[in-house]
């Protein structure tokens, strides 16, 4: 059974940084490109990064370049997502989403964790 | 980006009966190696979505088949064949075929 557990979220000031992890099993991790896509308060869906199978290639919503880095470690089966530079905008409950491809397909996405809320806030 | 607009945005059901979503893509969802990347999400109030439909047509594993997707192109349905209680959430359709997928704005679905 696939299993995507988020963590790493939190209230932080304007400004700061956070570092959210997404702990997968039930599935050969380095053979699937993965994502994170986020859902603030009462709000859509809204893609925020995307990343290969292999990690070489890695995609950003224009709202979160620059600010966001994703990244992953394949012998621990964990996804990262780095964001510094918070801002209000970005408080959202942030899934963690499995792509079923080795490539970034955003319409293969399959399996979503439960998701971690951030609050960005003074 | 793509836009997807879906309608209507509020659905109120009665149970046994049919319902059905409209999702509309700003251009054409066709891509060059022939496939329609479009999908059809339920999420559940305090849940993470899920997938029903994927490529516009196919239901994913466990989806019921009450449940059926259609359409070509630019405009896109899915259908509820009898409404049942767990079917309340938000519905959203997806396209993405290239970065960056986009979302609809969600049909809230109500008994």
């Known amino acids: 059974e696939v299993q995507l557990l988020e963590s790493g979220g939190g209230l932080v000031q304007p400004g700061g940084s956070l570092r959210l992890s997404c702990a997968a099993s039930?599935?050969?991790?380095?053979?699937?490109?993965m994502s994170w896509v986020r859902q603030a308060p009462g709000k859509g869906l809204e893609w925020v990064s995307a990343i290969s199978a292999s990690g070489g290639n890695t995609y950003f919503a224009d709202s979160v370049k620059g600010r966001f880095t994703i990244s992953r470690d394949n012998s621990k089966n964990t996804l990262y997502l780095q964001m510094n530079s918070l801002r209000a905008e970005d408080t959202a409950v942030y899934f963690c989403a499995k792509i079923g491809r080795i490539v970034v397909i955003p319409a293969a996405v399959d399996y979503w964790g439960q998701g971690t809320l951030v609050t960005v806030s003074s | 980006d793509i836009v997807m607009t879906q309608s209507p945005l509020s659905l109120p059901v009665t149970l046994g009966q049919p319902a059905s979503i409209s999702c509309r893509s700003s251009?054409?969802?066709?891509?060059?190696?022939?496939?329609?990347?479009l999908n059809w999400f339920h999420q559940r109030p305090g849940q993470s979505p899920r997938r029903l439909i994927y490529?516009?047509?196919n239901r994913d594993s466990g989806v019921p088949d009450r449940f059926s997707g259609s359409g070509s192109g630019t405009d896109f349905t899915l259908k509820i064949s009898r409404v049942e209680a767990e079917d309340v959430g938000v519905y959203y359709c997806m396209q993405g075929a290239h970065w960056p997928g986009t979302f609809g704005q969600g049909t809230k679905v109500e008994i």
């Open positions: 039930g599935f050969t991790f380095y053979n699937y490109a």
């Open positions: 490529r516009v047509s």
């Open positions: 251009q054409s969802l066709v891509h060059s190696d022939g496939n329609t990347y």
